[in-house]
Structures are given as structure tokens and as C-alpha cells.
């Protein structure tokens, strides 16, 4: 009886037990479009029971840095979201084979691109910010294969990578002029199939919020390491052998909220 009138006209939240009326959780998502700059920065391919170690720039030529282009679509349902990524990785190297000048030229591929799902459950909240764990799923496997050091050449693949992480988005509400701060920062770390690790920080900034939604541009830098195991034959024998890479690079990325 002794509420104004102005709140009288409002809803409870979810945890007011006393209400009839329960809020609908806030639906919101985001769609990003990003441009990287990669390289790799080491590598190798061993088989160790041979004691044989070969390096991915030096005896597989993979120096080149190559630009490829990811996009990310997100879908938020209160603390909960749902992921879905393209991502692009490849770096071919060519050289002669065994570094022998007048044989013939081997290739040397690594590719690491497809589909990746994942999904987000963010334990702080406050305003558009978020902070929380992460869990992705890789549809899709890491491969090398090379005929620059094996007579016949060799394929090796590694299990779709299944990882734990965490996240921590910070959006201010927009003061200056319209624009304000934004960060967002990533990290994934290995659970089950190829070992993979994952870090991700960027930086920009953001207009001011419409009805259709608000657009951002940011800048920041990524790093990647990727390790599995297969067994293949070499001097015809099957044995076990290991790769891992290391990727690191910048970025430019367009991001619409909505």
C-alpha cells in the first residue's frame, strides 16, 4: 500500500521468491569478423625411438607468415551461450628433397581448419560485461603431412581437440562522446584429444548502443600450440611419431552486438 507509483509498475527480478512474475533472462549475441596474421614460430616433427628430430622452419621451409580470416557467431541466454567459429590455418613449405640440390621438391603442409563449436557459462555479470569458464569442441582435425624428408612422404593426424577455459569481456557503457573501453580476453587449455593451448587478447573500442545493436573494432594478438601423435611408416617400418607447433600472430577484428 505504501509503494509509489512508479514502482508499483515494476517487475520483480528472479530472486524476488515474494513476486508472481518471474523476468525473462536477458537474450543477447555477437558476430565477429577477424583478419590474422599468423606465423609459425617453432616447431618439430621427431620420431623418437629413432632419435630423429626434424624443425618445421628449418628442415620443412614453413618461414612464410600467411593471413587467414576467422568469424565467430554467438548466441546469450542469461549466463549461458552458445558458440559457433570458422576458423583458417595452414602453412605450406617447399624444399628439396633431403636437401639433396638436384632432387626433386617436396611440400610440406600443416592445416588445422574447420568448424568449432563451443559454450560459455559466465559466473560474474555486470552491465555487458562478463567474466567465466568455456568449453570448445574442434569438429575438425590437426593434419602434417611432408615429402621433403621422408622417401614416399607421410601423413600424421591428431584427435579434434576437446578444451577448458576461461574468459573475461569488459564493456563499459559508452560515455565519451558515444564510444568507450573494450577488452576481452581468452584462454583454452587441453582435455581430450590433441593436446592444444590457446591464448587471446584484444583491445578497441565501441559505439553507443541503438536498437539493432552496437558495433566495435578491435586490435589484439594470439597465440597457439598444438601437439599430437600418430604412428606411420618410415624406412618401412611403423613407428610412433610426434609433432608440435607453435603459432602466434595479430589481428584486426569487426564485432556487432546485438
Not at 568449453?135 to 621422408?150: A, H, K, N, R, V
Not at 610412433?240 to 564485432?255: R, T, Y
Amino acid at each position: 500500500m505504501s509503494a509509489s507509483p512508479a514502482s508499483s509498475q515494476m517487475y520483480s527480478n528472479f530472486f524476488n521468491r515474494f513476486s508472481p512474475f518471474l523476468t525473462w533472462p536477458p537474450v543477447q549475441g555477437e558476430f565477429t569478423l577477424t583478419p590474422t596474421y599468423m606465423r609459425v614460430v617453432s616447431g618439430k616433427q621427431t620420431i623418437p625411438s629413432l632419435g630423429i628430430s626434424w624443425n618445421l622452419r628449418d628442415d620443412f621451409a614453413m618461414k612464410d607468415p600467411r593471413f587467414f580470416l576467422d568469424a565467430m557467431f554467438r548466441f546469450q541466454i542469461g549466463r549461458l551461450s552458445l558458440r559457433a567459429h570458422v576458423n583458417t590455418r595452414e602453412f605450406i613449405g617447399t624444399k628439396k628433397f633431403q636437401d639433396n640440390p638436384s632432387g626433386q621438391t617436396g611440400v610440406a603442409r600443416f592445416d588445422y581448419s574447420g568448424y568449432r563449436v563451443g559454450g560459455d557459462i559466465d559466473i560474474l555479470m555486470f552491465g555487458n560485461s562478463r567474466i567465466g569458464g568455456n568449453l570448445d569442441y574442434d569438429m575438425y582435425t590437426p593434419s602434417f603431412s611432408e615429402s621433403i624428408q621422408t622417401l614416399g612422404g607421410k601423413k600424421l593426424v591428431g584427435g579434434g581437440p576437446i578444451t577448458i577455459g576461461a574468459h573475461a569481456v569488459l564493456r563499459p557503457i559508452p560515455k565519451f562522446y558515444g564510444f568507450s573501453a573494450l577488452f576481452e580476453a581468452r584462454a583454452r587449455w587441453p582435455l581430450a584429444g590433441a593436446d592444444l593451448t590457446d591464448w587471446f587478447i584484444a583491445a578497441g573500442i565501441q559505439g553507443s548502443e541503438t536498437y539493432i545493436g552496437t558495433l566495435g573494432a578491435r586490435a589484439g594478438y594470439r597465440s597457439t600450440t598444438i601437439s599430437f601423435s600418430d604412428s606411420q611408416f618410415h624406412n618401412f617400418q611403423e613407428v610412433s611419431q610426434n609433432f608440435n607447433v607453435v603459432m602466434d600472430g595479430v589481428f584486426a577484428e569487426f564485432v556487432y552486438y546485438y
